[in-house]
């Protein structure tokens, strides 16, 4: 479902609203939140400006190429005075809870201001092998310094992670000062933060669109936030967060997060299904009548004229398809 043209943050696939949309309504008490700055690409900007629906004060930056998180970030922050406080959300995820998400973001915004580079520690709840950890250290007020992160791991590491209490999941949320955050990238990247400042230098405003200067982008080496500074900073800090939280990243997830929509039986329907003597079945189909007999821990989805079957545990591997690719 997730295409180039129509990728997953502007789909509705845990209600009318697209996660770009759910994304936005999270941040859209002004008491608390500034309009949103938003980072996109050229294919996107239209997509993006239709869901804002003009939403006063909103901004677009749209990236020449994509560039992996860190010049996307890189980008927002320079846009925004040195002491304004960011938080850095992925448009694609899924949480449960808007309250203990805005719970979190003022915890992690009261350590911002004290010049930590925040992270969201999303509270373990199964030993996921699809997430990076992240490890507590010291307590600290609201939150706790960041001991080690931890990439990927296997499933004896993951259990014993979750057995530990001591890991979260890195949900690749962040708070932090704009001018910390710079900063802290001129230290450990650079020539990543002179390209960005010059491409920022040289950028032009259109409306409330700012097109960064091409060149000095395009000659960057794309990098994430994680690597090029998180897990380099003497100053990195995590907030607990217990709020629901999902990158939907496979069809597993997404049927863990519409598990509320279940029948008796577990299974998940979304458009003209029939079913006989199935269990733990999720099926969405966008028009033709999907039928399945004596199933069980199946994701058939059909889409765009295209089917694809998978077991639960196998739905990781969905990106490894030949098909996959380019979408």
Known sequence: MSRKALPKPFLPLVSDE???EQALRRVADRATFAPPIVVAGEAHADLVTAQLRGLPGARLV????ARNTAPAIALAAALLPLDAVMLV?????HVAS???????AQAAA???????????GIAADRPETGYGYLRRGEPLEGGYAIRKFVEKPDLARAEAYLASGEYSWNGGIFAFRAGHILAELAAYRPGMARQVAEAVAGGREEGARFHPAAAPF???????IDYAVMENTARAAMVPADMGWSDIGNWAALADVLAGDADAHGNILHGTVDLAGCRDVLV????????AVGVEGLCIVVAGGEVLVT?????????KLPGAAGQ
């Open 311 to 319: 077991t639960r545990d196998g739905a990781q591997g969905v990106g």
């Open 89 to 93: 959300c992925p448009s694609d995820h």
């Open 110 to 120: 009261a350590l911002a201001r004290q010049n930590y580079l925040v992270s969201f």
């Open 62 to 65: 749209i990236e020449p190429a």
């Open 18 to 20: 697209t996660l770009f």
């Open 218 to 224: 395009l000659a960057i080496a794309g990098e994430s």
């Open 98 to 104: 808007p309250q203990a998400f805005r719970a979190a």
């Open 284 to 291: 969405m189909t966008d028009g033709p009548r999907v039928s």
